[in-house]
């Protein structure tokens, strides 16, 4: 059988029908700065400077569905409380979601709060309310006839599991044989010890630590112990497929004792891990729907979990992330990189702050590229979500390096700048130092080359005074701008061997 073209998959993604049916909660993220330690105890205090919150567990599920161009029919239950209406009001903003929520007044609203430093992407404390409880009775009956009335039409059925309660074995048996009946595949993200609860899914995704808690035992991260658990999971639900999620790891397919798929993760930076499988379950749902078999749709989803992770919050993949991604098909774009006002590039780094990213500037002249340039902004851009990139302007090269620099004029330098991929914006400063830019921007790192020692740096002190910090990055021997010039002078233009040879016509 030849399996389906990614490219093909993604395209065929849009308008699919997904239900859902799980937990759904509310997630808030509160960030703030944490410089001081409380004189009422040993803790640390969160000085709060902004928050936000999502859609979170099975409503998370949902989101990701919208992201990838589908259309999700939600179901779960709440409480009848604030937290309750504050939960509608965030599915409302997405119209391709339809929720069909039970309201049983004795629960209260799932929400889950974490407490955190961006510019540490640190994780100091979450906060959970919650009353986890089966739902029973009336209530469960419910959103069991819901469900089974909103299936004809359906591509794909998700159960998101989180153990609050929704998702009861009687739920479970009756979606999964009704989907069976009507040929529709079903995907779980599993919680608790009782595997057998799933029987008639057609694939189920567990962590490793979730596998373990069933197998009464860790599992190594190892091939062949995951595929030997996988294995044991697969004969507790009646021979589903298991998708292992393996963190750092990637995933694991296992069909039938033996592995389908290995793929590694795709992740080139964790920011934040929250939601991370709610994202693949979703692209796994996603791709089966799109027609994707199982060992495609799980080398998408693995991708779609990679490009969460390196979000902050609760994250979500979209169809042209994971073309680039999968398809390595970059559009490179170096105009809107290219910044010429102090005030527009801040409300950048602030829109990019406020959105969890942490942002960091590093300057210099850049007059020629060469190696030791390439190593310090790819070593400034790996530690940072974003890199801002400030030049200094002709007149100022003349004064810091002498009348006969730059060799490439400030217009140039930037184009090639901003053609960096590494490079998320650039911008000429006339000063002689950055300091007064630095200010004005207020990024979260400042990146020196390690000729500098930390006490010599412009703008340590402003930037460690808003909680920033400063970073040095070893210095590459041997590669100087100077020395490159040096060289130059010493070659012949004029000779057929000299500079520029690729269209110097040869002599007769």
């Given amino acids: 059988m030849i399996a389906t073209p990614i490219a093909e998959i993604l395209r065929h993604m849009a308008g699919r029908r997904i239900m859902v049916v799980g937990d759904v909660m509310l997630d808030r993220f509160v960030y703030g700065d944490t410089n001081r330690v409380s004189p009422e105890a040993p803790t640390l205090i969160l000085a709060a400077r902004s928050q936000e919150q999502m859609l979170g567990g099975a409503g998370n599920v949902a989101v990701n569905i919208v992201a990838l161009g589908g259309e999700c029919h939600l179901f779960g239950v709440c409480g009848a409380d604030a937290i309750a209406a504050e939960l509608r009001a965030e599915i409302a903003r997405f119209p391709a979601i339809t929720a069909n929520l039970v309201t049983d007044p004795a629960r209260s ?100 630590h979730e596998a373990g808690v069933v197998l009464n035992h860790a599992i190594a991260q190892d091939d062949r112990a995951v595929e030997q658990a996988a294995t044991h999971l697969s004969r507790l639900a009646g021979g589903a497929a298991i998708c292992v999620k393996r963190s750092e790891c990637g995933v694991q397919l296992v069909e039938g004792g033996v592995t389908r798929a290995r793929f590694p993760t795709l992740a080139r930076r964790v920011v934040d891990v929250s939601g991370a499988g709610d994202t693949l379950v979703a692209a796994l749902g996603m791709a089966m729907a799109a027609g994707a078999d199982l060992v495609g749709a799980t080398r998408i989803a693995n991708a779609a979990a990679g490009i969460a992770v390196s979000k902050p919050g609760t994250a979500s993949a979209d169809v042209a992330e994971l073309g680039d991604l999968l398809l390595h098909r970059r559009v490179h774009r170096i105009s809107p990189k290219i910044f010429t006002s102090v005030p527009r590039l801040r409300q950048q780094v602030a829109h990019w702050q406020d959105a969890g990213f942490v942002v960091g500037f590093t300057n210099g002249c850049f007059d020629l590229l060469h190696p030791g340039h390439i190593h310090t902004l790819t070593e400034a851009r790996n530690r940072v979500d974003r890199l801002v990139l400030a030049l200094n302007s002709d007149q100022s090269v003349r004064r810091l390096k002498g009348e006969n620099r730059p060799v490439q004029d400030e217009a140039a330098r930037l184009t090639v700048a901003a053609a960096l991929e590494m490079i998320d914006a650039v911008i000429l400063f006339g000063e002689d130092t950055p300091l007064e830019l630095i200010s004005q921007l207020r990024p979260n790192v400042l990146f020196k080359g390690g000729d500098y020692r930390l006490e010599t740096v412009v703008g340590r002190d402003l930037v460690e005074s808003y909680g920033g910090r400063v970073e040095l990055i070893d210095y590459l021997p041997d590669t100087s701008t100077t020395a490159m010039i040096r060289r130059m002078g010493m070659i012949d233009a004029d000779d057929p061997g000299g500079i520029g040879t690729g269209s110097v016509v040869p002599r007769q």
């Fill in 109 to 208: 609203t799932t929400l889950k709060t974490r407490f955190i430093n961006p510019h540490h992407n640190t994780h100091l404390l979450r906060l959970d309310w919650e009353h986890s409880m089966p739902a029973t009775g009336e209530v469960l009956d419910e959103i069991t006839h819901r469900a089974l009335a909103a299936l004809p039409g359906t591509d794909v059925v998700i159960l998101s599991d989180y153990m609050k309660g929704v998702l009861q074995s009687s739920l479970i048996h009756a979606v999964t044989g009704a989907a069976a009946s009507l040929g529709i595949p079903v995907v779980v993200d599993p919680k608790g010890r009782d595997f057998a609860r799933y029987r008639g899914a057609t694939v189920i995704a567990p962590n490793l």
